[in-house]
């Protein structure tokens, strides 16, 4: 089944050549990285013998197993265990951002929570997740499958902080300009699941836990053989790294102290050490099935494969959407006249996590997100590269407050725009790009890929 969902309506319209090589390699990256195929690979039951690499657990000496998830990679990876375990699974229960109607669960209860900013049913969920825990013993098995928008779907406040001071925290910070680690470090500070709590729960009543995750925080290194145990920090499975007076420096850097709701100020300057997320959680069994690097070694490896010029920019990438797509069009210009820093025709890869700044919720007059901003922003400059593409997707197939994975944009959208009457720098002032690329016909659709690998760009220069 096709990934790109509209690729038919994308290719009928600007560089159609430039927008096929693009298309092609993000499309044939989504299906390898897809963890429903991952996890079948490396997960085999052996009659009452799971095994993970060499790594093997006799399910006739469990009680119960049981499947917890959250995530936006979650539906997938959740089909993908029951398919594995067949009748040894017990139960479950896990949250996603969005059910699609293919999805098929067969002993999992599945909850649909809030992302980016949480809901009531996410809280539902996390109670009955709790109530779960709080009634296992030593003799049972959790497997947790965990992806990033855990944070958000996960939502449990601790006590004295409401769904809407998490809600209203959230969002303040979201467009404040803070990285996606620092807000991190508040919500998880504000939860009784995050931050390592559900792990911790699960150890104290003795129980065993194998972790599945993909690594959505920018900075962790590419994977290479997932079926091999590694270390894990953060998620609601791993211990955290972050403490208290992390979470307050974070509100402090970016002026917030005054802006959110002061319930969640004092709640975080009132508590102590003994009070901490848990910074060790040992006896657990953690695999990593994909990171942030992953999207951009399989697109390299492909473009290869195609006969192409490729280079990976940076997987580290963070700041502002709109600045980027900017940058990406110089660069773009830079190889077409100079031939570098790669020779055209190439393809130039990157991925991380950039980010929109709103400061004034009244500037907003539309919908958007950071990928179809970063694109907005590439075709205003991009008319001096003549074939130029790029495209810009949250890997997980919706890009901030859009059902669209993100759009693709190339040296001809900012003419047409003009003659269909439509002003890019007014959608990007107004964080209106949504619409706009819906008009254009530039959004880019895939629904629930099954993974969740933060933002992946890819930028197509021709020959002048």
Request: charged fraction near 20%.
């Amino acid at each position: 089944m096709d990934k790109i969902k509209n690729r038919a309506k994308l290719l009928s319209h600007g560089c159609r050549a430039s927008r096929e090589i693009v298309l092609e390699i993000t499309e044939r990256m989504l299906r390898k990285a897809d963890s429903y195929n991952r996890i079948c690979e490396m997960m085999h039951l052996e009659g009452d013998r799971l095994r993970i690499g060499k790594k093997v657990w006799d399910l006739s000496q469990k009680r119960n197993v049981y499947l917890l998830g959250a995530g936006k990679a979650c539906n997938a990876m959740v089909m993908a265990v029951e398919h594995v375990l067949g009748d040894r699974l017990t139960g479950g229960i896990a949250i996603v951002k969005i059910r699609e109607e293919t999805d098929l669960y067969k002993k999992t209860d599945v909850y649909v929570g809030g992302h980016p900013l949480p809901n009531a049913s996410g809280v539902a969920a996390c109670g009955k997740i709790l109530d779960l825990v709080n009634q296992a013993g030593p003799d049972d098995l959790f497997i947790a499958v965990i992806s990033g928008g855990s944070t958000a779907l996960m939502c449990c406040p601790v006590d004295g902080i409401s769904l809407q001071d998490k809600i209203d925290t959230t969002d303040i910070m979201l467009k404040s300009g803070a990285k996606v680690s620092e807000i991190n470090a508040v919500r998880r500070h504000l939860s009784q699941i995050n931050g390592g709590r559900l792990g911790q729960r699960i150890r104290e009543k003795g129980a065993e836990l194998i972790g599945i995750t993909i690594f959505d925080d920018v900075g962790k290194p590419a994977t290479e053989d997932i079926t091999i145990p590694v270390p894990l920090e953060g998620t609601p499975i791993g211990p955290d790294p972050t403490t208290f007076k992390e979470s307050l420096a974070s509100i402090y850097k970016y002026g917030l102290e005054k802006r959110l709701p002061q319930s969640v100020i004092q709640y975080l300057q009132s508590q102590t050490p003994e009070n901490e997320t848990p910074k060790h959680l040992d006896g657990f069994t953690y695999y990593i099935i994909n990171t942030v690097p992953d999207s951009c070694c399989y697109a390299r490896q492909i473009a290869e494969e195609m006969g192409l010029n490729v280079m990976v920019l940076t997987t580290y990438l963070e700041g502002d959407s709109k600045s980027t797509g900017t940058c990406m069009a110089s660069i773009a210009r830079e190889i077409q006249q100079n031939k570098g820093p790669v020779a055209p025709p190439c393809v130039l890869l990157s991925s991380g996590e950039t980010t929109t700044l709103i400061l004034d919720n009244r500037e907003i007059k539309g919908h958007g997100g950071p990928s179809q901003e970063l694109v907005t922003s590439f075709a205003l400059s991009a008319a001096a590269v003549p074939g130029a593409c790029a495209l810009s997707i949250d890997s997980e197939g919706t890009d901030g407050t859009t059902a669209a994975a993100g759009g693709i944009t190339d040296s001809t959208t900012l003419a047409t725009a003009k003659e269909l009457g439509f002003d890019l720098m007014r959608a990007l002032r107004e964080h209106a790009t949504g619409e706009l690329l819906a008009a254009l016909g530039d959004q880019v659709i895939t629904g629930n890929t099954g993974t969740n690998l933060c933002d992946f760009n890819i930028l197509y220069v021709p020959e002048g």
